[in-house]
């Protein structure tokens, strides 16, 4: 691994900007595909993909006007197992899938209108909902408050250890061979004269002061995607970062794990979710605020979170405050992700991708994933190795191309 500071030029069939899950799942994908794969990451592992959840909730996270999400969701949830399962298999690694599903509660009477709205939607949906009572939730979950006033249970959400995810998806990388330059791109480099003027995608540019040279360049670096010179301005503005502030919870010794399904409470109007981990640990989450790149943990947030925590489940108070953090979601105007390339042939369905005759050749984007990146990390890493290689991907993807934010580029637009 060529350490940070040394000019790096190389080549590659593939150069990756962008080591969080969603670079990371692609990287070993394309190279299981049988293409040379470098990844450029000054900072593998400082993203959200480290911050998150893990939560795998496509029928939680299902909000109205939303259908299009709802349905590339779903499609990652179905493939997820198969994707989990092989990671483990290459790494013998256990990634912490967990199957229990989502219980959403609600603390009085107007969280629980709130929810029942919510559940109309997903029922409406197709999705599987199951009400409970308060006593009921408390048989599934007997730490909660008996001020819980009632809540549905959401079995078709699971979750995953993200941490461990994301450190197998690492690893499963490095052994199919994938290469990574710790350095930061700050261009995709297009064209063969100074002008880009073919539109032709031929690298990119980092920080450092090298290259690498590559036919095709696919962008995944999170909420900073829009950082990287080179893409057309419209979609460079399209991605913001939404940030998160967390904490991890860890159980004192000896004590018993105190949830087994995801928790999804609303308290007085106020969201907050407890996610268990098989080791003990609980994540509690999550704020949301647009404060640009602001990745620091303020006071107010830590106490609005455990005081939202303990109100429906107080035996929170007892367990080890391990860590609080922040992270910035990729978010986009939509709310969906942005995945693919552009130019007609670029879309689901229309065979193969940026094969010549097309906009920006080459350029493939695969960021603004939003609240929902650790589930979309399996099948935009399939779809991304589909344009990749010729072939059409899922049509679940279709309304999620970068086309939307931003036709196809002028050549040489922003282009070094
Ligand atoms: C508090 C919180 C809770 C969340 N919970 C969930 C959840 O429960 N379930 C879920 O599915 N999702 C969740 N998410 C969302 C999820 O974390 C993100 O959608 C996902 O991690 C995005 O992955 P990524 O690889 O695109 O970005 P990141 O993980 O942010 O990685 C981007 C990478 O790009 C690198 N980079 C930046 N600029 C450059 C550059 N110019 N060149 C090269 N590399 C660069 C960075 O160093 C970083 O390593 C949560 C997010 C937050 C913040």
Redesign the pocket.
């Known amino acids: 691994m060529p350490a940070k500071g040394v000019l790096v030029a190389v080549t590659a069939d593939v150069v990756i ?8 799942a692609i990287a070993w994908r394309a190279a299981a595909a049988g293409l040379d794969v470098v990844l ?18 496509p029928v939680s996270e299902a909000l109205f006007g939303e259908g299009a999400l709802l349905r590339v969701n779903l499609l990652a949830l179905a493939r997820f197992p198969s994707f989990a399962a092989e990671l483990e298999q290459v790494t013998g690694r256990r990634v912490g899938l967990r199957r229990e599903g989502t219980l959403a509660v609600a603390y009085d009477a107007g969280d629980y209108a709130a929810l029942m709205r919510l559940t109309a939607f997903r029922r409406s949906a197709g999705l599987d909902a199951e009400e409970l009572d308060g006593r009921a939730c408390r048989k599934l979950e007997s730490f909660l408050t008996p001020d819980v006033h009632g809540g549905v249970l959401f079995p078709g959400d699971w ?1 995953v250890d ?1 941490r461990r995810y994301a450190a197998a998806l690492r690893e499963a990388a490095a052994a199919a061979g994938v290469r990574v330059v710790r350095d ?3 261009a995709v480099l297009t064209g063969d004269g100074a002008d880009g003027a073919d539109g032709r995608v031929r690298g990119v540019a980092l920080a450092e002061g090298g290259e690498v040279s590559s036919a095709r360049v696919v962008v ?6 829009g ?2 010179d080179g893409l057309p301005a419209q979609l460079r503005a399209a991605v913001r970062p939404v ?4 904490l991890r919870l860890r159980h004192p010794d000896g004590m018993p794990p105190v949830l087994t399904h995801t928790i999804r409470a609303t308290v007085r109007g106020a969201d907050v979710y407890l ?1 268990p981990r098989a080791d003990g640990e609980v994540i509690v ?2 704020t949301q605020e647009e404060r640009g790149p602001d990745r620091t943990v303020t006071a107010g947030a830590v106490h609005d979170l455990l005081h939202d925590a303990m109100s429906v489940l107080p035996v929170t108070s007892e367990l080890i405050l391990a860590e609080t953090c ?5 978010g986009t105007p939509d709310n969906g992700p942005i995945v693919g390339g552009f130019g007609a042939g670029t879309g689901p369905g229309n065979g193969p991708g940026n094969g010549p005759g097309n906009g920006q050749r080459g350029l493939l984007l ?2 603004g ?9 399996p099948v935009t890493a399939d779809a991304i190795v589909a344009y990749l290689t010729g072939q059409p991907p899922a049509a679940e993807w279709e309304p999620f191309t970068p086309e939307r934010f931003a036709a196809t580029p002028a050549a040489g637009e922003g282009s070094r």
């Open positions: 900007a962008g080591g969080g899950v969603i670079g990371t450029a990451d000054p900072a593998q592992g400082d993203g959200a993909s480290l911050v998150a959840a893990g939560m795998l909730a979750s993200n930061q791109v700050t995944a670096a999170g909420s900073w995607s950082g990287v940030k998160g502030q967390l996610v989450g999550a922040a992270g910035l979601r990729p695969a960021t994933h939003y609240r929902n990146g650790i589930l979309m990390s």
